[in-house]
């Protein structure tokens, strides 16, 4: 089992949980997040004052899939998150060791 973990631009998530939907995934998990990368912030002006913004918001999206879903999942999240401008996000994949479904002790893929 494989633990996906997406941070994406904020108005890319709904497309994101259209395609992986469309995969069979049944869960996941998003949570609104604030960082950055190579993108760096950037300046505003709010009455009349100049001001950096060095954190921007983004979207963590974390999925449990099996290994043979994980090359899919990955791959509709970079087509579907990209839209070719800096600070697209990024995707990290890592192995889950064990899952456990609470309500019923499945444990494994039947968990997930």
């Known amino acids: 089992m494989k633990l996906i973990t997406a941070i994406i631009k904020p108005f ?3 497309d994101v949980r259209e395609a992986l939907s469309e995969l069979g995934v049944s ?3 998003m949570t609104e997040v604030k ?3 190579r993108q760096k912030g950037h300046t505003e ?3 009349g004052a100049e001001y950096v913004i060095d954190f921007l918001p983004k979207v963590k999206l974390e999925v449990a899939v099996s290994d ?4 899919q999942v990955v791959e509709a999240i970079c ?3 990209n839209s070719g401008q800096i600070g697209d996000g990024k995707i990290f994949v890592s192995s889950l060791e064990q899952t456990v479904r609470i309500r019923t ?3 494994g893929n039947d968990a997930l």
């Open 105 to 107: 002790g499945e444990t």
């Open 12 to 14: 890319k998530a709904d």
């Open 45 to 47: 002006l709010y009455r």
């Open 79 to 81: 087509k579907t998150a």
């Open 35 to 37: 960082g950055f990368g």
């Open 27 to 29: 869960g996941m998990t």
């Open 68 to 71: 043979e879903l994980s090359d």
